[in-house]
Nanobody
Framework: QVQLVESGGGLVQAGGSLRLSCVDS????????MGWFRQAPGKEREFVSS????????FYADSVKGRFTISRDNAKNTVYLQMNDLKPEDTAVYFC????????????????WGQGTQVTVSS
């Protein structure tokens, strides 16, 4: 059974950094693509970044390119999101996701979701 557990969120000042982690604790091994989405209050869930099983292919929303880096450690069933130069507009609940069929940038095409971790960036 897939169980995605996020950690690493918190409160940070603008310009600061955070590193999110997501462990797929329900399986011993997975070849699924994994990704991150975020949802701010009153807004739709939006794509942030995704990574292929091998890590060779990564994708980013234009709003985070050059600031965020996605990576994964398959030995630990873990995906990371390093977030640098954070801005107040990055404030949102960040969700980890796995197993996509269709568009990697469309939330409805991803199958498994974590509960989310709050990221708050103060100005």
């Amino acid at each position: 059974q897939v169980q995605l557990v996020e950690s690493g969120g918190g409160l940070v000042q603008a310009g600061g950094s955070l590193r999110l982690s997501c462990v797929d604790s329900g399986r011993t091994f997975t070849t699924d693509p994994m990704g991150w989405f975020r949802q701010a209050p009153g807004k739709e869930r939006e794509f942030v970044s995704s990574v292929s099983w091998t890590g060779a292919s990564t994708f980013y929303a234009d709003s985070v390119k050059g600031r965020f880096t996605i990576s994964r450690d398959n030995a630990k069933n873990t995906v990371y999101l390093q977030m640098n130069d954070l801005k107040p507009e990055d404030t949102a609940v960040y969700f980890c996701t796995a197993d996509v069929e269709g568009s990697w940038m469309r939330s409805t095409d991803w199958r498994y979701w974590g509960q989310g971790t709050q990221v708050t960036v103060s100005s």
